[in-house]
């Protein structure tokens, strides 16, 4: 597990894209694993970061991101097959 220093030097050098656009967020679980949350970032703060993806609603504390920026959009649905 991280502690709070090692969680909040990592912090400051990772930036958060701007809230709105679509985001992969890397960070670390209690268990010191590391997960991604992809979806919009809907709001970002010093301490909060909040992701709507897939899951739900994702709210992931600044000092437990690993790494985190910008995707693309999803690809288009494919056409079924005939």
Same mark, same amino acid.
């Given at each position: 597990?991280?502690?709070?220093?090692?969680?909040?030097?990592? =912090?400051?050098?990772?930036?958060?894209?701007?809230? @709105?656009? !679509?985001?992969?967020? $890397?960070?670390?679980?209690?268990?010191?694993? *590391?997960?991604?949350?992809?979806?919009?970032?809907?709001? =970002?703060?010093?301490?909060?970061?909040?992701?709507? @993806?897939? !899951?739900?609603?994702? $709210?992931?504390?600044?000092?437990?991101?690993? *790494?985190?920026?910008?995707?693309?959009?999803?690809?288009?649905?494919?056409?079924?097959?005939?």
């Amino acid at each position: 597990m991280v502690t709070d220093a090692a969680g909040a030097g990592r =912090a400051a050098r990772i930036r958060i894209p701007e809230p @709105g656009r !679509r985001v992969v967020v $890397r960070y670390l679980l209690p268990s010191g694993q *590391a997960t991604d949350a992809l979806g919009e970032l809907l709001s =970002a703060d010093a301490e909060m970061v909040v992701v709507d @993806g897939k !899951r739900g609603i994702e $709210r992931i504390s600044v000092a437990d991101i690993v *790494a985190a920026k910008p995707v693309p959009p999803p690809p288009a649905p494919r056409n079924p097959r005939s």
